[in-house]
């Protein structure tokens, strides 16, 4: 029925090398620990930031003790003409990221403008600029 035949024995020179390509392949997997990343807690705080200053309509709506604590601008800016265009959203997220870091966890917007053409600042075709006044509220203890 069925024929069999032997088959010749491994040689030692032919095992020697598939000994030594897995161990090669073994051992080239071994410092997949050594990886870096951007994850450390200082990068997590400066992008969360902007979520602990709160954006308030006026001043009549701090509630509690509140301290004016300086002026801050964010920029939203789009520097080639193929790239996404400038808003409100990222220099009003960028103005609160530096409100929070001068101490401050409420801003009032006084207003935000959009600059096209701008022949002073080269590096943006086009951009959008928030102001906005940056304040310590005193927390309500609980």
Do not use: W
Not at 46 to 51: A, C, R, V
Not at 59 to 85: M, N, T
Not at 102 to 110: C, D, R, Y
């Amino acid at each position: 029925m069925y024929k069999t035949t032997k088959t010749a024995p491994l040689n030692n020179k032919y095992l020697t090398h598939v000994v030594v390509l897995m161990a090669l392949a073994i051992t080239g997997c071994a410092k997949i620990n050594d990886v870096s990343t951007n994850l450390d807690r200082d990068n997590f705080k400066h992008y969360f930031s902007p979520t602990k200053v709160k954006i308030v309509e006026k001043e009549q709506d701090l509630a509690g003790k509140f301290k004016f604590i300086g002026l801050v601008e964010g920029e939203s800016c789009q520097e080639k003409a193929y790239h996404a265009a400038p808003n409100e959203i990222d220099a009003r997220t960028e103005a609160r990221r530096k409100a929070y870091q001068l101490g401050a966890n409420a801003i009032i917007f006084s207003q935000c403008v959009m600059i096209t053409d701008d022949k002073a600042a080269k590096y943006c075709q086009a951009s959008t600029v928030c102001y906005g006044r940056a304040f310590k509220v005193e927390q309500e203890k609980k």
